[in-house]
C-alpha cells in the first residue's frame, strides 16, 4: 500500500513539476522564433551592422522608427520628448545626417514607403516586419504619439 501511494505522489509530482502551462509553451516558441531570427539577420551579410539590431527588432516585435537630422529643432524636441516617454514599444530615433548611404538605405527601403518624400521627422510603425502606418512631417511628439494609438500600437 505504500509503495503504491508512493508511486502515485511521484506521478503526480512529476506530472505538476514536468507541465508546462499554455503562457509558458507560447513564451519558448516566441523565445525560439526571435533566436532563428536573429541568426537570419546576423548571418546576411548585406545587411550592415548598424542596422542589424533594427532589423532583428522589426521582424520579432513592435517598433516605431523616427528619421531625422541633427539641425531641426523639430527633430530635436521630439527627441527629447521620446526619450522622456514610456512607451510600451521598441523605438529607435535615427539621425541619417552622418549615416552611409548603405545604412540609410536599409531604412528607407526595408519597407514600401509610399508617402516618404523626404520630409522629415518621417515616422515609421512597424509590428512583427509588417509595416502598420507611416507619417511624413510628423509636428510634434503628439503626432506621433496619436498616430501609435491609432493603430492600436499602444494605448492611452
Do not use: H
Request: glycine share 2%.
Amino acid at each position: 500500500m505504500k509503495k503504491k501511494l508512493l508511486m502515485i505522489l511521484l506521478c503526480l509530482l512529476f506530472i505538476l513539476t514536468g507541465c508546462q502551462t499554455q503562457e509558458e509553451i507560447q513564451q519558448q516558441k516566441e523565445k525560439e522564433r526571435i533566436e532563428e531570427i536573429t541568426k537570419e539577420v546576423e548571418e546576411n551579410t548585406e545587411i550592415p551592422e548598424e542596422a542589424k539590431q533594427w532589423m532583428i527588432d522589426n521582424k520579432s516585435v513592435k517598433v516605431v522608427t523616427i528619421l531625422c537630422i541633427k539641425t531641426s529643432n523639430r527633430c530635436e524636441a521630439i527627441k527629447k520628448e521620446l526619450e522622456e516617454a514610456k512607451l510600451d514599444i521598441k523605438n529607435y530615433y535615427i539621425e541619417l545626417d552622418d549615416l552611409p548611404d548603405n545604412v540609410k538605405d536599409i531604412y528607407k527601403t526595408t519597407y514600401e514607403l509610399k508617402d516618404y518624400t523626404g520630409y522629415l521627422p518621417y515616422v515609421i510603425v512597424v509590428n512583427n516586419n509588417k509595416l502598420i502606418a507611416t507619417k511624413s512631417d510628423a509636428k510634434n511628439f503628439e503626432d506621433i504619439k496619436t498616430l501609435l494609438i491609432e493603430n492600436k500600437i499602444v494605448s492611452e
